[in-house]
């Protein structure tokens, strides 16, 4: 081999011993000295040429070349050509070549580079590692040759080596198949591993391969023969195939039609997609289980609120005209009957509530406030509500708050009102004779927060033993015969538990069959500032009274006019009604009112629709008047949904003729 000319990137002689040639050839100057910069090594001496016919004058001199780096596209004589001439030549046709482009060649292009003769198809811009890695490995063929000195040995080691990276290239999954009409022509091991068979069984039984339909390799192959200028000849797509074992898989093809010494062959490229198939199918499955649970969740929240809706709504008629008859002159009988409808009234509706906080709290629905209240009003209220039913069973109720507990706390007193309501109902519902005791009493406490313990104590029937573990569960009482005798859902113990769940809480209990309970409530709350205390509001019904009020009574429910007529007008009010809300607009369109009690779920137009209308389409001042709904529904959401439409306050059916009359007073009282 004869000495070689200095490298441009090594200033320094270099002898035959340490150079290894490079052929780079492209029509870009700037293409050239990026390959350059790219390739960069002290053992490599870049040829460069910037034509195909420069490249071949270089080669026709005694230069040995390691490798050649060739552009596709160069005018006059492209790449093709110029690899075409050169594997022509004897002594040129080892010499590896690795064609480049700028263009996202269709397949076909690629595969004609192959044909040609090289050994790759690189798109531009290269990745830098990978051109390295594969010019090094060349590189390493050519060393060996040279050391060798056997041109025979040479090419097998190349071929060798490039079966490596073949097999490589399959054993990432990517199977290749070249076929002719229903000839297989070439398969990788990718095929055989993808199809479950060898090389041998797959060309002795060509039908062991099922990669594109019958009917679209006909288009392909009937299409290239016309070679349809501008038509794209490829196809591509995802079909179930059946492996030679009788397993089902999913495979992923691209095929296209090549042209070799005038036959035209099938190229198609194959990816068994069958994991990924699956993994969809897992996450389609995991979906539709999801979106089902999810419309179960709000057929069963809708549910709900609507069966709330049906029963609270003739509820509020019966427990209403209850309450005034049991004000009327009564002899003892007839008191006895009415108080228990009363007692049922209560019990069906304690029961209601029950399956609504329940419900509420297993959607997630429930969501904890941090505001600032009085223990103490909470504490008394609760006791006051619960006098009546402890006084029905002729037990002594009472609450009792140690002196060191903070009054002034930070949480959520609604919550906390739920947990007392529902111990103390708890309690007085299994004591028949004996005492109900609230207590609250300090724990711990430290600048910032207090750790309170509220207990429950009763001297009522007690829990067994066996049943201690479970009496937090859902719909769980101590045992069939309770539930018969004492009635209730079972879920009143089981709110508690969720509630202080909610609040990182705890609640426990100690019981002893025959001789009563105790229930253990301890939280933490945080104790309000000396600027928030000024903020927390009392409980406590105002004492101001409304001498007259002009009321308009907006229900479609004739027994509800009728106790909301009643309830009013026996407070001197001057009330007029409409059964739903087009009616309304039109009743406050002609006079004025000092108040609208609306329903919600009305026929023609609903209360919101009917609150939207007012507040947008009347006038001043009539847009303003005060809207107060008065409804079935119980959701937090429908309360938010009164608020958003404009509405100035929230009652639920059924409810305390004073608390209306609290509630009316609170958003008119101004007035």
């Known amino acids: 081999m004869m000495q070689v000319q200095q490298s441009e990137d090594n200033p320094e002689t270099i002898t035959s011993e340490q150079v290894i040639n490079i052929l780079l050839v492209d029509d870009r100057e700037e293409d050239l000295l990026a390959l350059k910069l790219i390739l960069k090594n002290e053992n490599y001496n870049f040829i460069t040429a910037t034509s195909g016919r420069e490249a071949l004058r270089i080669l026709l001199k005694e230069h040995d070349f390691a490798i050649i ?6 005018p006059l004589l492209d790449g093709f050509e110029t690899a075409k001439l050169i594997r022509e030549s004897e002594k040129l046709k080892h010499i590896p070549i690795i064609f480049l482009t700028a263009n996202n060649d269709a397949p076909s292009n690629m595969f004609k580079g192959y044909l040609t003769g090289a050994v790759d198809y690189m798109i531009k811009p290269v990745v830098p590692e990978v051109i390295k890695a594969k010019v090094n490995v060349f590189a390493e063929l050519y060393k060996k040759r040279n050391e060798l000195q056997q041109q025979q040995k ?33 398969v990788n091991d990718a095929i055989c591993k993808i199809y479950g068979c060898s090389r041998e069984e797959i060309f002795q039984s ?26 794209k000849l490829q196809s591509s797509g995802e079909r179930q195939v059946v492996r030679k074992d009788g397993k089902i898989i999913y495979i992923e093809y691209r095929a296209c039609p090549i042209e070799a010494d005038g036959r035209i062959q099938l190229l198609s490229i194959v990816r068994d997609i069958t994991g990924k198939k699956q993994d969809e199918e897992q996450l389609h499955e995991q979906r539709e289980r999801a979106e089902s649970a999810e419309i179960a969740r709000k ?24 309450e005034i008859m049991l004000k009327t002159h009564l002899d003892a009988e007839q008191t006895q009957y009415l108080n228990a409808i009363k007692m049922s009234g209560d019990n069906l509706l304690v029961i209601i509530n029950d399956i609504l906080d329940f419900s509420r709290m297993k959607s997630g629905k429930i ?17 006051n509500l619960m006098l009546p039913k402890a006084f029905e069973k002729n037990i002594q109720l009472s609450s009792h708050i140690d002196k060191k507990v903070p ?51 009763d001297t009522g029937i007690g829990i067994p033993k066996d049943k201690l573990v479970t009496i937090f569960e859902p719909f769980t009482q101590a045992d069939n015969d309770t539930a018969r005798r004492y009635g209730g859902t079972g879920l009143g113990l089981t709110i508690v538990k969720q509630l202080a769940e909610l609040q990182n809480a705890s609640v426990a209990v100690i019981s002893e069959e025959g001789k009563g309970s105790c229930f253990y409530f301890r939280i933490k709350y945080k104790k309000a500032a000396v600027s928030e205390r000024s903020k927390i509001v009392s409980v406590n019904t105002p004492e101001k009274k409304i001498a007259k009020l002009d009321v308009l009574v907006v229900e479609d429910n004739t027994m509800n006019q009728l106790l909301a007529c009643k309830i009013l007008g026996d407070w001197g009010w001057n009330i007029e009604v409409v059964e739903n809300g087009m009616l309304a607009l039109g009743k406050v369109s002609d006079r004025d009112f000092d108040i609208v009690l609306m329903d919600i779920q009305m026929p ?22 005060p809207i107060m709904a008065m409804t079935a529904h119980v959701l937090a959401s429908e309360e938010e949904k009164c608020y958003n439409a404009g ?13 209306l009359y609290s509630k009316i007073l609170s958003i008119v009282g101004e007035k």
Do not use: W
């Open 69 to 74: 780096l060739i552009d596709v596209h160069m």
């Open 154 to 186: 040479d090419l097998l080691v190349l071929n060798k080596t490039y079966e490596t990276l073949l097999r490589t290239e399959s054993n990432m999954g990517q199977g290749v198949c070249i076929t002719e009409l229903e000839k297989v022509i070439y």
């Open 206 to 231: 060509p039908s062991l391969l099922s990669i594109v339909p019958d009917d679209e390799i006909l288009r392909l192959v009937e299409k290239s023969k016309k070679r349809v200028n501008g038509e």
């Open 299 to 322: 057929v069963g929240e809708q549910f709900l609120a609507n069966m709330s809706h049906e029963i609270r709504t003739p509820m509020n008629a019966i427990l209403g005209f209850t």
């Open 367 to 383: 969501h904890i406030e941090h505001k600032g209240f009085k223990l103490s009003h909470i504490i008394s209220m609760c006791t």
């Open 407 to 457: 009054d002034d706390l930070v949480g959520d007193s609604t919550r906390l009102t739920q947990v007392v309501l529902n111990l103390a109902a708890n309690a007085i519902k299994f004591t028949t004779k004996g005492e109900v005791k609230i207590n609250v009493e300090l724990l711990s406490e430290d600048k910032h927060e207090a750790e309170i313990e509220l207990t429950v104590k």
């Open 604 to 625: 023609e137009m609903d209360g919101y629709e009917a609150t939207r209308q007012i507040r947008n389409k009347l006038p001043s001042p009539k847009c303003n008047v």
């Open 647 to 659: 509405m100035n306050g929230y009652i639920s059916k059924p409810f305390d003729s004073n608390t």
